[in-house]
């Protein structure tokens, strides 16, 4: 992926400012909606998926699965209707042959799902066709770059979607790299 542009750049001065974000984007996704979640260690890859569980009205405290894979949170969708948000963290898995052994397939099959994918270097690219890729880039202490790179013709409608709401609908980072 370090050829390939991101189609949305943005700069988070802040974890607050990660989290806003995560729930702006959280407003354009719908049922059956992937992303994924690359970089380092203590990255903000966690406190994105807590902004996006604050967009999709989830009540309980939204912490990494890091020891158990998965967790599923309910939340509204912003119609009203119902979603489930399925946080996964794959940073403990060893071989892709997990990957059936604790039900990813069924959460990335349920059409009212999110699915947000901690650690996704791990998943094989066979698994999704249709998805965003979130590059998650430490700049200083609090500082974090954005990158997104849709796959598939939903992924490409979920980044042009954020576009417009952050920055307008621009090709232009949301906040400057100072």
């Known amino acids: 992926m370090s050829e390939r542009m991101p189609s949305l750049d943005l700069v988070s001065h802040s974890p607050d400012q990660t989290r806003q974000f995560a729930a702006t984007l959280a407003r354009q996704l719908r049922g059956?909606?992937?992303?994924?979640?690359?970089?380092?260690?203590?990255s903000g890859k966690t406190t994105f998926v807590q902004g996006l569980a604050r967009g999709l009205g989830v009540r309980e405290y939204v912490q990494s699965p890091t020891f158990i894979l998965v967790m599923e949170h309910r939340g509204t969708l912003p119609d009203g209707s119902p979603v489930r948000l399925y946080h996964v963290d794959l940073y403990r898995l060893e071989e892709p042959s997990e990957l059936a052994?604790?039900?990813?397939?069924?959460?990335?099959?349920?059409?009212?799902?999110i699915v947000v994918?901690?650690?996704?270097?791990?998943?094989?690219?066979?698994w999704v066709d249709d998805y965003v890729v979130i590059r998650f880039e430490?700049?200083?202490?609090?500082?974090?770059?954005?990158?997104?790179?849709?796959?598939?013709?939903?992924?490409?409608?979920?980044?042009?979607?954020?576009?417009?709401?952050?920055?307008?609908?621009?090709?232009?980072?949301?906040?400057?790299?100072?």
């Not at 059956?32 to 979640?37: F, H, I, K, S, T």
């Open 32 to 42: 059956g909606d992937v992303l994924l979640l690359q970089g380092p260690l203590g």
């Open 117 to 126: 994918i901690e650690w996704s270097e791990r998943l094989p690219a066979s």
């Open 138 to 178: 430490p700049l200083a202490e609090t500082k974090r770059r954005l990158a997104f790179y849709p796959f598939g013709e939903r992924g490409r409608a979920i980044v042009e979607a954020l576009r417009k709401e952050v920055v307008g609908g621009t090709k232009r980072s949301a906040a400057p790299r100072t």
């Open 101 to 113: 052994t604790f039900g990813l397939d069924d959460c990335l099959s349920d059409p009212h799902g």
